[in-house]
């Protein structure tokens, strides 16, 4: 089984919002992502967890704030966003950090920022 | 220069033939290679890992990694409508050594 899931599916949120994305994986994988996609674009890392720590931050603005509270989760904080922040947001995990492992996405969660 | 190229297309081929795909990297130090499928609208699904140089098959789908010449292709065989989508070239790169997608190759399939 190689199923990441994600909720919510959709998301539309207001500038003064504050928000959550959730994403669970149960194949014992020790590292998980965070991507950000824009229409026609590939996927950008935006945070990686290893071992529930956060290992790599590439720059990605406070009002984006990840939480791994446990080797199967993980969350994405949002506040404050831009409208420019719409995007489709991804999770993926692989069994290690590093492009080194397989990494599998979950379906993403479409957020539009009004 | 980017880290990972690809021709953007689109790629069209009719049903039945072979789609050839192909990227290009930079970090010759690069030794992990995937290719990614992503309909429209949906999430990018593995469908291919390469680590060593020559093919690498998997049903209708062949992987093909040439280190010396930095070059990474995917064939489709018997190509179907349904294999309609986006394909991403991803690449072990950078300081970090995280995933490095290419820009992403439109392949249309016609009936």
């Known amino acids: 089984d190689t199923e990441v899931t994600q909720t919510p599916k959709h998301l539309v949120m207001g500038m003064t919002n504050k928000k959550s994305l959730k994403c669970e994986q149960h194949m014992g994988h020790r590292a998980m992502y965070w991507y950000k996609q824009k229409a026609k674009k590939p996927p950008e890392l935006m945070f990686v967890?290893?071992?529930?720590?956060?290992?790599i931050n590439e720059s990605v603005p406070s009002r984006f704030s990840p939480e791994c509270p446990n080797s199967s989760l993980l969350n994405l904080h949002l506040h404050a966003l831009q409208p420019e922040d719409s995007a489709l947001y991804l999770c993926a995990s692989s069994p290690a950090a590093g492009g080194t492992y397989e990494q599998y996405f979950g379906p993403g969660t479409r957020l539009t920022v009004t | 220069q980017k880290e990972v190229e690809q021709n953007s297309g689109p790629l069209s081929v009719p049903e039945g033939a072979i789609a050839s795909l192909n990227c290009t990297y930079s970090d010759r130090g690069s030794q992990s290679f995937f290719w990614y499928r992503q309909y429209s609208g949906k999430s990018p699904e593995l469908i291919m890992s390469i680590y060593s140089n020559g093919d690498k098959e998997d049903g209708r789908f062949t992987a093909q990694l040439n280190k010396a010449s930095q070059y990474v292709s995917l064939l489709i065989r018997d190509s179907q409508p349904s294999d309609s989508a986006t394909y991403l070239c991803?690449?072990?790169?950078?300081?970090?050594?995280?995933?490095?997608f290419g820009s992403g190759t439109q392949l249309t399939v016609l009936p």
């Open positions: 991803a690449v072990e790169a950078g300081s970090a050594r995280q995933l490095t």
């Open positions: 967890y290893s071992y529930e720590k956060l290992s």
